[in-house]
C-alpha cells in the first residue's frame, strides 16, 4: 500500500506459522485411535493443507505450465504432497486448453529435462543441496524445488525452494506423509508430537 510502513507480504514464505501459535486442539478434529495420547496439538488441519496445494499448482502451472514436466518425488515423506499436487496439477491442465503432459517418478536418476522436486519439508537446506547437484550433472533444462513445509531453524545454510507451502517454526512434526521413525504417516493433518509419542516411537 502506498505511504504504508507495512512489509508486503513475502508469498514466497507461503503461509507464515508464528512461533507463538499454539495450533489447534486435537479433541477439536479426528486421527487414528493408536496415537491418542501421542501428540501435543494440529500444527495445520489436512484441510488447510489441501487448500494449500491447489493454489501452489496455480502457481506452478502458471510459471513452467508452457513445458511437459517431470514431477520427481522425494521418498518417503513427499508421496503425500507429490499425489496432492499432481492431482490439482492434472485438473488445472485439464480445464484448460493448453494440455500439459506429466510424468511421476521417485528419485530414480535418468536424462530428466524439466523437473520439478517434490518433497515434505527443508530443515537445514543439506538434503535438497545435495540432491540438486546429484541432478545438475544430468543437465536438466530447468529444475525446480516445491516444498511443502520450510522450517525457521538456525542450523538452515539459506536454501529456499521456488514454492513453499508452509513456514514452520522449529519444530519436529509428523503427519501427512511425514514420520517419527516410521510412525504417523498415516495422519491426515500435521502435528507436533509430545514426550509421550517421542518415548513410545524410539528406536
Ligand atoms: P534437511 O536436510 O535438514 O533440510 O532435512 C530434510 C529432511 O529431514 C526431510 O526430507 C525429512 O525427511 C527430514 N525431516 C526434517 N524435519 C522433519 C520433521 O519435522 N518431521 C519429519 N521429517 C523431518
Ligand atoms: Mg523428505
Partial sequence: MAGSSEE??????????????????????????????????????HGIIVDRIERLAKDIMKDIGYCDIMVLCVLKGGYKFCADLVEHLKNISRNSDRFVSMKVDFIRLK?????????????TGRTMKALLSSIEK??????????????????????????????????????????????????NHICVINEHGKEKYRV
Avoid: C
Fill in 8 to 45: 508486503a507480504p513475502d508469498y514466497g514464505r507461503g503461509i507464515v506459522i508464528m512461533d507463538n501459535w499454539p495450533g489447534y486442539d486435537l479433541n477439536l478434529f479426528t486421527y487414528p485411535q493408536h496415537y491418542y495420547g501421542d501428540l501435543e496439538y494440529v500444527l495445520i488441519p
Fill in 111 to 123: 536424462s530428466y529435462r524439466n523437473v520439478l522436486i517434490v518433497e515434505d519439508v527443508v530443515g
Fill in 138 to 187: 544430468y543437465k536438466p533444462n530447468m529444475v525446480k524445488v516445491a516444498s511443502l513445509l520450510v522450517k525457521r531453524t538456525p542450523r538452515s545454510d539459506g536454501f529456499r525452494p521456488d514454492y513453499a507451502g508452509f513456514e514452520i517454526p522449529n519444530l519436529f512434526v509428523v503427519g501427512y506423509a511425514l514420520d517419527y521413525n516410521e510412525y504417523f504417516r498415516d495422519l
